[in-house]
């Protein structure tokens, strides 16, 4: 159980994917302008990189590494699992909430060159990548808790920093500084901010 903690608030807080590991910016500085977009966003990148690793997790464990080809076809295979999710993704999301799928734009279909995604999917079967103070070589239910992790802590990030943007589009700031100069650097004093956690629990 202790384990699974460690694992859990590595991927969510210590290392976060989006403020530590720089991993993902492109949605996150794209979608991050307004709130409703950001938590749609959320719940998408929540669906697709859980249901994405662990599906590259069985084709990793049963499928590539038995046949000894993992090293060579590791990255083909999973940008085939996370685009079809994607595509599922955006079906639904057209068909229940057109204003949704209309306000994500370009970034949606993104989703599947999201390197955040395919980061996750890599590093919950094949490690190395983050260089974690942890034992690898995860279990179904150790990547599962790890890639949970990894998405709720980029919504956190992206949904928190959404509700920062709202605010500063109507702060009395220097018009040279208004849109994505002031959100750089934004992001970059939050990014110091979780530095702050670096080391805790001895992770």
Do not use: H
Not at 22 to 35: D, M, N, T
Not at 65 to 88: E, K, M, R, T
Not at 176 to 199: D, R, T, Y
């Amino acid at each position: 159980m202790e384990r699974l903690f460690l694992i859990f608030l590595a991927a969510f807080l210590i290392n976060n994917i989006l403020l530590i590991r720089f991993i993902g910016l492109c949605p996150f500085f794209g979608v991050s302008s307004r709130f409703e977009t950001s938590i749609g966003m959320s719940m998408a990148v929540i669906f697709v990189m859980t249901l994405s690793s662990m599906v590259c997790w069985g084709v990793w464990n049963f499928l590539l590494n038995p046949l000894g080809v993992g090293d060579f076809l590791y990255i083909p295979a999973f940008i085939l699992v996370i685009a079809s999710l994607v595509q599922f993704v955006e079906m639904v999301i057209r068909k229940v909430s057109p204003a949704l799928f209309k306000a994500m734009g370009i970034y949606l279909p993104l989703i599947t060159t999201n390197c955040a995604v395919l980061a996750a999917a890599t590093e919950s079967v094949k490690p190395g990548f983050w260089k974690l103070s942890l034992e690898y070589n995860y279990s179904l239910g150790e990547a599962l808790v790890y890639t949970i992790g990894i998405a709720l802590g980029f919504s956190m990030v992206i949904i928190m920093f959404a509700a920062m943007r709202e605010r500063i589009e109507i702060a009395p700031i220097p018009r040279s500084f208004k849109g994505f100069p002031i959100a750089f650097i934004a992001a970059g004093l939050s990014s110091l901010a979780f530095l702050g956690f670096k080391g805790l629990f001895g992770i």
